[in-house]
């Protein structure tokens, strides 16, 4: 069975400080990984997707997000965090031999940057 | 502007009133699908569509139908209506109906079921 864990109900980081937020995954064969952002009354915006090839990705926003096969894991990060990057982040998985319907959201982890 | 837009965006009811959110992609995607979400629970999806006239259930579709006769609208509708059925509710939609294909969402529809 999938599974997607986000640790962290919240992350807590000053201006200008690297942040990061946390996802830990469960798939059966290769993993399809994503991470979402949602601003206060919108819905969820894609940023970056992992497939396969390079563990780094890089996506909107200045963010990007690592992929460790070992650790199952596919953290998102991002170098110097901004007050306006302060949003709720979701990680996804797929099965690669899955379809579009088969995704699993994580809980969410809530990113507060204090100026 | 491409986009998927959901109607309304606030909506409240009275228990067993029959009602309808509406969904409609300009992307020509041939997935969409209607997910719930509620605090503590995270997005749970409701219905799927991988094609026209083609649906299937999700993982919580009990007290929701939903029709895909077009390939830009997927109207979810509530025969009727009760307060579990309070909640924030997103419609999406991906290009393709492979696991590679990010997710379109709609701002969302907030109902609420007195």
């Known amino acids: 069975a999938q599974s997607v864990a986000q640790p962290e109900d919240q992350v807590n980081v000053a201006e200008g400080n690297p942040l990061t937020v946390k996802c830990t995954y469960s798939?059966?064969?290769?993993?399809?990984l994503f991470w979402y952002v949602q601003y206060p009354n919108r819905g969820l915006q894609f940023l970056l997707k992992y497939i396969t090839g390079d563990n780094l990705v890089k996506g909107s926003y200045g963010f990007e997000a690592e992929f460790n096969k070992s650790q199952t894991s596919f953290h998102l990060k991002k170098p110097s965090a901004l007050v306006s990057d302060s949003a709720l982040y979701f990680c996804?998985?797929?099965?690669?031999?899955?379809?579009?319907?088969?995704?699993?959201f994580g809980s969410g982890t809530r990113l507060s940057i204090r100026p | 502007e491409a986009q998927v837009t959901q109607n309304p965006r606030y909506l409240i009811t009275v228990t067993g009133k029959k009602l309808t959110v509406t969904c409609s992609q300009n992307?020509?995607?041939?997935?969409m699908s209607w997910y719930r979400q509620d605090p503590g629970l995270g997005l749970r999806q409701i219905y799927y569509s991988m094609n026209v006239e083609v649906t299937d259930k999700g993982d919580v579709p009990e007290g929701y139908k939903v029709s895909r006769k077009e390939k830009r609208n997927f109207p979810l509708i509530l025969e009727s209506p009760s307060p579990n059925q309070t909640s924030l509710y997103f419609c999406?939609?991906?290009?393709?109906?492979?696991?590679?294909?990010?997710?379109?969402f709609g701002n969302g529809t907030r109902l609420t079921v007195t």
């Open positions: 996804a998985v797929r099965a690669s031999y899955s379809s579009a319907s088969k995704i699993i």
């Open positions: 992307m020509n995607h041939e997935y």
């Open positions: 999406a939609s991906s290009l393709r109906t492979g696991p590679d294909s990010p997710l379109h």
């Open positions: 798939v059966s064969g290769n993993p399809y």
